[in-house]
């Protein structure tokens, strides 16, 4: 599937559904770029201020997606 992501993710061996909504509660997401990625194994997560949260479980890692509407 192609998500519109940002540039920014979190690994996920360290890290809970829970860090990553933190994570995107605190992050500056207007200076982050974003670009389409073809990622295979994307679960939502949770929408947090305008920002979906996705686990890519194939890989282990939370990638970040702005709401769409």
Do not use: H, Q
């Amino acid at each position: 599937m192609i998500y519109n992501t940002f540039d920014a993710i979190l690994e996920g061996y360290d890290n809970t559904p829970d860090t990553a909504r933190d994570y995107a509660r605190g992050m500056v997401w207007c200076e982050a770029e974003t670009r389409e990625s073809s990622i295979k194994y994307g679960r939502y997560v949770d929408t947090v201020d305008g920002i979906e949260i996705y686990y890519d479980y194939g890989a282990d890692y939370y990638f970040f997606c702005p709401e769409e509407v």
